[in-house]
């Protein structure tokens, strides 16, 4: 199964930027990717997706517009998601994942994919 592992998280200033990164390794095969996140007392949110087929891009409305999901060579599998105008609201735990269903509506889980070990995001002044 593919191992997934995510960097990039820290520290940042209400309205800054951070760039996580999510690295896909153990097959060759590309895959689509989804980043979700997950603050304290809350429930996982899948905020963003990027389709293995075609690049397409998919966005939460909490992040639309503010976070750009993208991926180098499809081989290589990484995916990065670039987070500009952080929000308090913004800080949780960020997962990237496989094996998701991603449309405009729902950012989701299907249940038998791989997970990373997640990064920390903290958005305070």
């Known amino acids: 199964q593919v191992q997934l592992v995510e960097s990039g998280g820290g520290l940042v200033q209400p309205g800054g930027s951070l760039r996580l990164s999510c690295v896909a390794s153990?097959?060759?095969?590309?895959?689509?990717i989804a980043w979700f996140r997950q603050a304290p007392g809350k429930e996982r949110e899948g905020i963003s997706c990027i389709s293995a087929n075609d690049g397409s891009a998919f966005y939460a409305r909490s992040v639309k517009g503010r976070f750009t999901i993208s991926r180098d060579d499809p081989k290589k599998n990484t995916v990065y998601l670039q987070m500009d105008s952080l929000k308090p609201d913004d800080t949780a735990v960020y997962y990237c994942?496989?094996?998701?269903?991603?449309?405009?509506?729902?950012?989701?889980?299907?249940?038998?994919?791989?997970w990373g070990q997640g990064t920390q995001v903290t958005v305070s002044s």
């Open positions: 994942a496989t094996d998701v269903a991603c449309s405009n509506l729902f950012i989701m889980p299907l249940g038998s994919g791989s």
């Open positions: 153990g097959s060759e095969d590309s895959y689509t």
